[in-house]
């Protein structure tokens, strides 16, 4: 576990686990037998796209399926040998559950419910990332762990679940020995908190969104510089007059907040104020902000460097200086490339957001983006869109238009409890 | 003019300008008095904000919008004053082709249509690169040239406008005077051609849509990895079975094309073949193709690297290798950062086009994707997606649904005449 782990896990003393009998303080001591009472547990399955597409398709006998599956290029037999795999997975893992004598109740997403999760003890995903999410997205307490097998290892990464090489589902038993010896170590997941004020917080975007296909040259006109934004007294008074109460939003971000137009095509124009740091106004194509869980994610493929414009950088620096590197040592060029890569994820615990504007628009007139990606711990962003959304884990999207404001901040207690067996 | 410019126009004997009395074979000599005969003029009108504005909300009176404008935060004044400012340089350049004795027609975007392409002997626009982009693509001719005035300099780039330094509209008369004498050099604008074939081409993405937000795993679903892909025969076979007619899409893209899932925060699933290289498979947030014109536009914001990138960069080849550079070295860092941005650009005559990979997912389980960014003469995507869409220009947009194919190609014949002065 990595220090940092252990030091913001230690800077909680007001996060007891009551039900563990024991407290953060008692976190360097990896023993606490019988510490963990896992009496019940919830097993959420992931649905197979097998399932999905039946679903979909209801009227179709098997081999109408089939032909249609073919039709539109996709492998019937593959598809069904994985939902096959799957199963055999969430059985074995229930099978194990019950050798150890815990309560299992075996749970699809249209079947899990917050009820459900008040019942168990520890919330088990058998899938890969995005029944992990899901699940994840409905436990809102402090105390309610969470683990995920990843039952699909060949055809997916399962960033969030357990290790696939350490722990797939045929080594389940392993994992439950482990928490129930207590040899394990908790380990808490920040996510985003968004909290929605202004006006026109909640309007259908459709008319504005019309409006703005009648004026297509309005992409390309640029803003008025204004020194003054729109934060501050001059704005808030303001609001006050047409704002309805602020609002949370029911969902934290595991992963990431997407802020930007709906539609890909368009640019975004909003103003960001990052903690203490002025206001600004920009034009992009949206803005994330991610939590360390999301920097291995969407955060990671905006910035990760590709190996040639390594070599273009580099080429162009030996040009300008006497820095003598070789640019056909590929060894080198990737390790450059990768050492860069790795240093933008960032650990699930640290209570840190970090942004990204994706494809700002730099020129004459516009400016040159101070701090294109960067680390904040709140962010209030004021929304200058016509159609403009706030998409959480890829997922839940809210209206988010011309005079709506979004604050993302973390805070303690809507970290999610995980566990970490390595 | 650079050296390419001259050496891809001479590369085309088979495109004469009979009506200007001159072949290509003729180019290099500037002198081609009266070789040009601009008798009429098109002048295209940006629609200014404050137009939309009270063509937006025409029940208003002057004071009410001033007030709802106030409302939303907009300045009626400084609308009101763009406005007047537009009209002025309307004016003015309407008063010096009239002193030339050409015959003009003022129109806006409404009034602007095909018959008038046909009877001008020149467009001329009035505005920023949006009305530009919307006057250009209504000619389909390749000898119908255009030329743009950017009467918003301030607030403006207008990369595809005559210098706006060098011809505001007060200096509007110059550029006269040099087109008359035939002082000015002809210049192409590659267009990129799309031609759609394949099925589902023209489907409405709704329903498709819906089930996948009833399906959110999907998004985190990996796909097998697959040496075949749906290139080739087999695929060209079933496609005659279900295809329609291929369709070359009405609109020509001066600045690039956009393919990807329709909702900004979704994953766009494709496979892509350039040239004569194997056709691959990817996840991104889609990809965009640009002309040179489009490298300082959206092609650019997405690729340009930040100084800090740089400094990363440098900051771990020095840790690495015995590279001696200086991070501290503000200057050298930015000269590095804008050499790499400028090689993004290339020349709007150039005929090819240049792709790039939208945050393009990489991990273990989907290939690293083997060239981020390139060059390419023939591109083919085939839509594997539920939403997906093809945007020109960031404007027109067609459905791109799974099974859909789109070549993207440069025909000289598709080419934009432009006027450079300098």
């Given at each position: 576990?990595?220090?940092?782990?252990?030091?913001?896990?230690?800077r909680?003393p007001?996060?007891?686990?009551?039900?563990?009998?024991?407290?953060?303080?008692g976190f360097?001591?990896?023993?606490?037998?019988?510490?963990?009472?896992?009496k019940r547990?919830?097993?959420v399955?992931?649905?197979?796209?097998?399932?999905?597409?039946?679903?979909?398709?209801?009227?179709?006998?098997?081999?109408?399926?089939?032909k249609?599956l073919?039709?539109?290029?996709s492998?019937y037999?593959?598809?069904?040998?994985l939902?096959?795999n799957?199963?055999k997975?969430?059985?074995l893992?229930?099978?194990?559950?019950?050798?150890?004598?815990?309560?299992?109740?075996?749970?699809n997403?249209f079947?899990?419910?917050?009820?459900i999760?008040?019942?168990?003890?520890?919330?088990?995903?058998?899938g890969?990332?995005?029944?992990?999410?899901?699940?994840?997205?409905?436990?809102?307490?402090?105390d309610?762990?969470?683990?995920?097998?990843?039952?699909?290892p060949?055809r997916s990464?399962?960033?969030?679940?357990?290790?696939?090489?350490?722990?797939?589902a045929?080594?389940f038993g392993?994992?439950?020995?482990?928490?129930?010896?207590?040899?394990?170590?908790?380990?808490?997941?920040?996510?985003?908190?968004?909290?929605?004020?202004?006006?026109h917080?909640?309007?259908?975007?459709?008319a504005?969104?019309?409006?703005?296909?009648l004026?297509?040259?309005?992409?390309?006109?640029?803003?008025?510089?204004?020194a003054?934004?729109?934060f501050?007294?001059?704005l808030?008074q303001?609001?006050?007059v047409?704002?309805?109460p602020?609002?949370?939003?029911?969902?934290?971000?595991?992963?990431e907040?997407?802020?930007?137009?709906a539609?890909?095509?368009?640019?975004?124009?909003?103003?960001?104020?990052?903690?203490?740091?002025?206001?600004?106004?920009?034009?992009?194509?949206?803005?994330?902000?991610?939590?360390?869980?999301g920097s291995?994610?969407?955060?990671?493929?905006?910035?990760?460097?590709?190996?040639?414009?390594?070599?273009?950088?580099?080429?162009?620096?030996?040009?300008?200086?006497?820095?003598?590197?070789?640019l056909?040592?590929?060894?080198?060029?990737?390790?450059?490339?990768?050492?860069?890569?790795?240093?933008?994820?960032?650990?699930?615990?640290?209570?840190?957001?970090?942004?990204t504007?994706?494809d700002?628009i730099?020129?004459?007139?516009?400016?040159?983006i101070?701090?294109?990606?960067g680390?904040?711990?709140?962010i209030?962003?004021?929304?200058?869109?016509?159609?403009g959304?706030?998409?959480?884990d890829?997922?839940?999207?809210?209206?988010?238009?011309d005079?709506?404001?979004?604050?993302l901040?973390?805070?303690?207690?809507?970290?999610l409890?995980t566990i970490t067996?390595?």
């Amino acid at each position: 576990m990595n220090p940092l782990i252990l030091a913001t896990s230690l800077r909680r003393p007001g996060l007891l686990f009551k039900h563990l009998g024991q407290s953060f303080t008692g976190f360097r001591t990896i023993q606490h037998e019988s510490s963990f009472n896992m009496k019940r547990v919830a097993l959420v399955s992931k649905m197979t796209r097998y399932e999905f597409l039946k679903s979909t398709y209801k009227d179709l006998s098997e081999g109408e399926l089939k032909k249609h599956l073919d039709s539109i290029r996709s492998d019937y037999e593959s598809l069904h040998q994985l939902h096959i795999n799957h199963y055999k997975c969430v059985d074995l893992i229930h099978r194990i559950l019950k050798e150890h004598s815990i309560e299992t109740r075996v749970v699809n997403r249209f079947q899990y419910n917050e009820e459900i999760v008040d019942w168990a003890d520890l919330i088990v995903t058998a899938g890969g990332d995005g029944t992990y999410l899901l699940a994840a997205s409905k436990i809102k307490v402090k105390d309610k762990p969470i683990i995920g097998i990843n039952t699909d290892p060949k055809r997916s990464e399962g960033y969030l679940c357990l290790s696939k090489k350490q722990f797939p589902a045929e080594n389940f038993g392993e994992a439950v020995k482990r928490i129930l010896e207590g040899k394990f170590k908790w380990k808490w997941r920040h996510r985003i908190r968004v909290t929605m004020s202004g006006f026109h917080q909640n309007d259908e975007p459709v008319a504005i969104h019309d409006q703005q296909l009648l004026y297509p040259e309005y992409r390309f006109e640029e803003h008025i510089k204004e020194a003054e934004t729109h934060f501050g007294e001059e704005l808030e008074q303001r609001l006050h007059v047409h704002e309805m109460p602020p609002r949370i939003l029911p969902v934290l971000a595991l992963n990431e907040v997407f802020i930007g137009e709906a539609l890909s095509a368009r640019v975004s124009y909003y103003e960001i104020k990052r903690d203490e740091e002025p206001s600004m106004k920009q034009k992009s194509s949206g803005i994330t902000i991610c939590t360390g869980t999301g920097s291995t994610s969407w955060f990671f493929h905006i910035n990760h460097l590709p190996i040639e414009a390594v070599k273009d950088i580099l080429g162009i620096t030996k040009n300008l200086t006497d820095c003598d590197v070789d640019l056909t040592d590929q060894t080198l060029m990737s390790e450059v490339a990768s050492k860069f890569n790795n240093s933008l994820k960032f650990s699930a615990d640290e209570q840190r957001m970090a942004y990204t504007v994706r494809d700002p628009i730099v020129n004459g007139v516009f400016d040159a983006i101070r701090q294109q990606r960067g680390f904040a711990t709140r962010i209030k962003i004021n929304s200058r869109m016509w159609d403009g959304t706030l998409v959480i884990d890829g997922d839940s999207s809210f209206h988010f238009n011309d005079g709506a404001v979004a604050t993302l901040e973390m805070l303690e207690s809507d970290a999610l409890l995980t566990i970490t067996l390595d």
